[in-house]
């Protein structure tokens, strides 16, 4: 038995031969993120967002190859009539240009963009690049020019674009329009590549919006969730998608383009499942002239639906489908299976997965791991509806209210909070009831999920991985205009006078382990609340318990929190530079 296990380890670590590259796969965690297809379908470009490498998988033998080109790598691209690829390094701010041939993968060019890319999408003409900023909330537009020598063409920076919400998914409208999607919440941009500006906003009431599709009519397809806040978390309200609902919406261009400014939009929606058969946490969407092909990222499985939303089947695949690539021919599905790192191949003429390709060796998984795929697993909810990940997105929250029996009670609902960086926030929960996070977490599967599994080792896991959530740099941080020494010091001392430490101490992730009274009640009449950290809130797009404030100057303006005559117009201006670069 011993030496069978010695066979299988060497072939598993045996040198891959792709297109006369001889690449070792290590041991380890890759976590893809996204692919594309080369080479006329023959080779499966995967980006690994863990390992900082590029998967080749050959389409026809199922080998596969990697080339390390990055840190984390979170998105690829082909660019229009080329041999090139765009992909984004999420931690080293950088588009790599990647090229394939018989020798190989080569590494053409490093763009620096905004800090922290997310994504990237290329026009059809192939001249210009869209890259999403996450935590910078920005956008880089990039143009190809001809070097200075008369070579090849190099992408360069044209436009830099402040974002108000941090994007992921986007995607071109025409030649020279981009859509880009709020990662967290429900907010569109519309961008003039031309110009560098936003030429129109939008905002849908909804969350999550995992991928923007162009279909063939013209129209963009957009998978996303909608949380009730009038709802409770309850067995009905669960089992009927009344609490949260999981769809893909379909937006005509022409609807985002016309420059009609701020406004909501009145999408078609196509409803996910249904009651007895949630659908949690959709996440790419490919779209083919008579039906849509989405993954579920929480169930683990791929949904074929018509066009009109009567027909759905559901084929399994790996853990959390991230990304899905379709064929020429609309024949095949490449799923991306990023907590399983693995390729599932499915048949979409016969609704059947055809194989799974794994992308190489990985270790065996610890707490955090584990914690990790239960995060992301809506199958741990009533109905598999949705996973700890479709409120706190990416484990940062969705800005959202749900009534939940948090507070101890249903009809109030309340702020999603962000779990990066919880684990220094305690005690738990808006009114302080728990005291320690894993009693939270438990609290939150058995009386929010509703789910049926919350054994010691599934909450101990889920704390280990919720523990290690980092928090997000501030915007101004992550765009390298951090304030100036002399700002941050008036600012902390405005802090301090104006009493904000006795309940934001920065010895304590700016919170304390008590509750106090800021003047604002909920509907029950309670007024009491453990205050949330200030570590990072120029990333959360709503703040106070109800979400009633959409910034800090709202706080501190607005609703005068704290009192009105406690600070000048200066100190406060002051008090406000200082908070958005916690």
């Known amino acids: 038995m011993k030496h069978a296990i010695a066979i299988f380890m060497l072939l598993l670590l045996k040198p891959l031969v792709l297109d006369g590259a001889e690449l070792k796969l290590r041991v380890q965690y890759r976590r893809p993120s996204a692919a594309a297809l080369i080479n006329d379908g023959r080779i499966l470009c995967v980006a690994n967002r863990r390992s900082g490498t590029l998967s080749l998988v050959d389409t026809e033998h199922r080998s596969v190859s990697e080339k390390h080109i990055g840190q984390q790598l979170s998105d690829v691209e082909v660019v229009p009539g080329s041999d090139r690829m765009l992909v984004t390094d999420f931690a ?265 390709i794994s992308l190489g060796p990985s270790p065996s998984p610890g707490p955090v791991e584990r914690g990790e795929v239960a995060f992301f697993s809506a199958k741990l909810s009533h109905e598999h509806w949705m996973s700890c990940h479709s409120c706190h997105t990416d484990g940062h929250t969705n800005n959202g209210l749900a009534d939940t029996l948090g507070d101890g009670d249903f009809g109030d609902a309340k702020r999603v909070p962000t779990l990066r960086g919880v684990w220094a926030t305690g005690p738990w929960a808006w009114n302080g009831s728990q005291p320690l996070l894993h009693g939270q977490i438990q609290k939150s599967l058995r009386s929010t999920m509703r789910t049926s599994e919350s054994t010691a080792d599934l909450i101990t896991d889920l704390t280990a991985y919720v523990t290690k959530l980092e928090r997000p740099p501030s915007v101004a941080v992550a765009r390298g205009e951090g304030p100036h020494p002399t700002v941050e010091y008036k600012g902390r001392e405005v802090f301090e006078s104006a009493g904000c430490s006795k309940c934001h101490n920065g010895f304590t992730s700016y919170t304390t382990d008590d509750t106090f009274d800021v003047g604002l009640s909920d509907a029950h009449g309670s007024s009491l609340f453990n205050p949330p950290s200030l570590s990072g809130i120029s990333q959360r797009d709503r703040l106070l318990h109800d979400g009633r404030a959409r910034s800090i100057e709202d706080v501190l303006i607005r609703f005068d929190h704290p009192s009105p005559e406690s600070l000048s117009a200066s100190e406060r201006k002051t008090l406000i530079e200082f908070l958005l670069a916690l």
């Open 92 to 356: 080293g701010g950088t588009v790599v240009v990647v090229s394939h041939s018989e020798n190989g993968l080569q590494i053409s060019d490093r763009v620096e963009v905004a800090a922290w890319p997310e994504s990237v999408v290329v026009n059809r003409s192939g001249k210009i690049a869209c890259v999403a900023s996450l935590w910078s909330r920005r956008v880089s537009i990039l143009t190809q020019r001809k070097s200075v020598n008369g070579g090849s063409k190099r992408f360069e920076m044209l436009h830099q674009i402040d974002l108000p919400f941090a994007p992921k998914a986007a995607a071109f409208v025409g030649t020279d329009h981009v859509v880009v999607a709020d990662c967290f919440g429900g907010r569109l941009a519309v961008v003039d590549c031309e110009t560098g500006v936003i030429s129109s906003e939008y905002e849908l009431p909804v969350h999550n919006i995992r991928d923007i599709a162009v279909g063939l009519d013209g129209r963009l397809y957009l998978t996303c969730q909608r949380l009730n806040p009038k709802a409770y978390a309850d067995y009905e309200d669960i089992h009927w998608g009344i609490l949260i609902e999981n769809e893909v919406l379909a937006v005509r261009p022409e609807a985002l383009i016309a420059p009609r400014g701020k406004r909501v939009l009145s999408p078609e929606r196509i409803s996910l499942g249904g009651p007895g058969e949630g659908a949690g946490d959709p996440a790419s969407i490919v779209v083919t002239s008579n039906q849509f092909v989405v993954s579920l990222a929480g169930t683990d499985e791929v949904a074929i639906v018509d066009r009109v939303g009567v027909r759905q089947s559901r084929v399994p695949v790996g853990r959390r489908p991230v990304s899905v690539i379709r064929d020429s021919e609309a024949n095949l599905a490449y799923v991306v299976n990023s907590l399983s790192d693995s390729v599932s191949i499915v048949d979409l003429m016969d609704n059947r997965l055809v194989d799974t």
